[in-house]
């Protein structure tokens, strides 16, 4: 598997990257800036004799560095910013595009919920994650060290607070990376089972209510849910352990100072006003441990999901675009010793070897599972062949360009999805460019006309995701219509006139014969009437074919053919 570097995505915005540590640096220098001053009003102008004139001057510059501090802040949060959502941005188009390439080989490695969740949620966190690096990253070390000098110039008897407060802050932060990691890739991994059972409820909805398996649903999502919560409650019982840890480290230190300092005024080696810097500045030491804190709690979870997002961009597309230059000659397809396995599985296909003609009518029937979905498929290149080839037109499919083959064929799946939008819309999904003319056309020869002009808006009727106001005939036919207005040299038909009536399914053969006339057309039926007209009629049984010919060849030397003929037909019509 390739490496891929996901900090690629921050160099089209580096001046950004630059010039946010630029405006931290002078941030950081601000804020080490002001108790020294404020140093100078206690022991020069309080206690001193400098006057109030220099308090005013002093004070007056404190305020300057203030406004300083505050701008260069803004700027550096404006500038991480910008560079975060565009790396963001970019990264997750480059997993949407990279998904949108994957064949259905790929599909099948990524449920759709941990799909989902890769895109979104672990996107998020490094987004987040390059937020927290140009701030976070760049203001902890340089204030810790800065305050650190700053401290020390004071007194360094100080040493001895600081030598022992940061081996007990570095023990606490490789505690909680060790203990987190796992625990945000978990949280992960539960987030895809939580996305996958709410996708799955929301697009099979109807069935859970026709099964009345409302509650075993609730039940399996409650399942999902808790494991979620447990997991996220334990990482943030560490996280929660965190800040009081670090107060208790804080206070200790803060007393620490102030005996040390008090000791060290009563000897005359120190002036009041440095005991205030210099509990200043151990304040900032301590609280740029805190924010390192948060970013080691950060890290296992941005690692995570950076992982997750690794895993989608390396995966390799089996199936590219050929070379082969491809001209439009009429949609002849050969299948020469075809086998095909999922995944290099157990073959669903064995030996397939059969010619269609161009413009010929081919049936293929079969009981289910026979693998007559799974030979269209390979056509298209949803899917390679193991063995064998499959030719276009002459051309082994594997050579062709996806674009240039897939423009050749109008597929319309078993399952007929529709997107949100108009009727209208879901139609010219077959030709963006086509004019309402043809579209009408498509849809009457697709027999879907009448049911879309009965509706109110007609053929701006507005869908539901997945066209659910539609019954399934409806979605049927707007799949045929969109597929015919495509007008391409190959139509197949997966199985896609199972929910319509024997009349209306009669009355589109019959369209498509006479509009249609000279396509190569495959269909795929369970049905003997939805293909006993074509020109030859293929009978698959365990992946390999069992017999072919026209319907009167197949009555009488055809079993399996018979068998089913006469479970559908009747013995009368049978004999």
Same mark, same amino acid.
């Given at each position: ?40 009003? %206690? ?69 759709? *919920?941990?799909? &989902? ?34 401290v020390l110039s004071i007194s360094r008897t100080y040493g001895l607070v600081i030598a022992v407060v ?87 230190? &803060? ?60 995966? @390799?597309?089996?199936?590219?675009? *050929? ?24 073959? %669903? ?21 026979a693998g007559k979905s799974s030979l269209v498929h390979l056509i298209s290149r949803f899917y390679d ?39 209208? @819309? ?131 030397t055809c079993e399996i053919y018979q068998d089913i003929h006469r479970s559908q037909m009747g013995q *009368?019509?049978?004999?």
């Amino acid at each position: 598997m390739m490496k891929i570097r996901l900090r690629k995505y921050l160099k089209p915005y580096m001046r950004f990257v630059v010039l946010a540590p630029l405006m931290m640096v002078l941030e950081v220098a601000m804020d080490l800036t002001q108790p020294r001053l404020m140093a100078m009003v %206690v022991n020069d102008g309080i206690l001193g004799d400098a006057g109030l004139g220099f308090i005013v001057r002093t004070s007056l510059i404190m305020l300057g560095v203030a406004v300083i501090g505050m701008i260069t802040g803004f700027a550096c949060t404006v500038f991480a910013m910008f560079a975060a959502q565009n790396y963001g941005a970019d990264l997750r188009s480059d997993l949407f595009k990279k998904v949108s390439s994957f064949s259905f080989a790929e599909l099948d490695q990524f449920s759709t *919920g941990s799909l &989902v969740t890769r895109l979104t949620n672990d996107g998020t966190q490094l987004q987040n994650m390059v937020l927290l690096a140009l701030r976070a990253f760049v203001r902890a070390p340089l204030l810790c060290v800065g305050a650190i000098v700053m401290v020390l110039s004071i007194s360094r008897t100080y040493g001895l607070v600081i030598a022992v407060v940061m081996p007990v802050i570095a023990l606490t932060a490789m505690f909680i990376y060790k203990k987190l990691a796992p625990l945000f890739t978990q949280i992960q991994e539960r987030l895809d089972g939580l996305n996958a059972i709410v996708q799955e409820n929301l697009s099979g909805v109807r069935v859970i209510k026709a099964f009345v398996r409302g509650e075993h649903e609730k039940s399996r999502f409650g399942v999902a849910n808790e494991a979620l919560k447990d997991t996220n409650l334990r990482a943030m019982f560490i996280m929660a352990a965190v800040l009081p840890l670090m107060m208790i480290v804080m206070n200790a230190t &803060v007393l620490a100072v102030i005996y040390i300092g008090g000791l060290q005024v009563q000897a005359a080696q120190m002036q009041v006003g440095d005991i205030m810097a210099a509990l200043s500045y151990m304040t900032q030491v301590l609280f740029t441990f805190m924010i390192m804190s948060r970013i080691f709690v950060s890290i296992p979870r941005a690692k995570a999901s950076g992982d997750r997002v690794r895993e989608v961009l390396a995966a @390799e597309v089996s199936i590219t675009d *050929g070379d082969a230059a491809v001209g439009s000659t009429g949609g002849d397809i050969v299948f020469n010793n075809v086998t095909f396995g999922y995944g290099g599985g157990e073959p %669903v296909l064995k030996q397939i070897s059969l010619h269609i003609k161009s413009g010929e009518h081919v049936g293929l029937l079969g009981s289910t599972g026979a693998g007559k979905s799974s030979l269209v498929h390979l056509i298209s290149r949803f899917y390679d062949v193991c063995d064998g080839q499959v030719l276009v037109d002459g051309v082994d499919v594997r050579d062709y360009p996806l674009d240039a083959l897939r423009a050749k064929i109008g597929f319309v799946l078993q399952e007929s999805v529709l997107f949100s939008g108009t009727i209208g @819309e879901n139609i010219r999904w077959g030709n963006p460019n086509a004019d309402d003319a043809q579209v009408l056309q498509a849809a009457k020869s697709a027999q879907a006309d009448e049911y879309i002009t009965a509706k109110e808006d007609g053929y701006d009727t507005l869908l539901g995701q997945r066209g659910l106001t539609l019954s399934g005939g409806q979605k049927q036919r707007a799949s045929i219509a969109r597929a015919l207005l495509k007008d391409a040299e190959i139509l197949i038909l997966d199985d896609s006139t199972s929910a319509l009536d024997l009349a209306t399914e009669s009355n589109l053969n019959a369209a498509i014969n006479a509009e249609h006339a000279g396509k190569t057309r495959i269909t795929i039926a369970q049905r003997i009437s939805s293909v006993m007209n074509a020109d030859r009629i293929y009978v698959l049984e365990h992946g390999e074919i069992a017999a072919f010919g026209t319907h009167e060849e197949l009555l009488e030397t055809c079993e399996i053919y018979q068998d089913i003929h006469r479970s559908q037909m009747g013995q *009368g019509v049978a004999a």
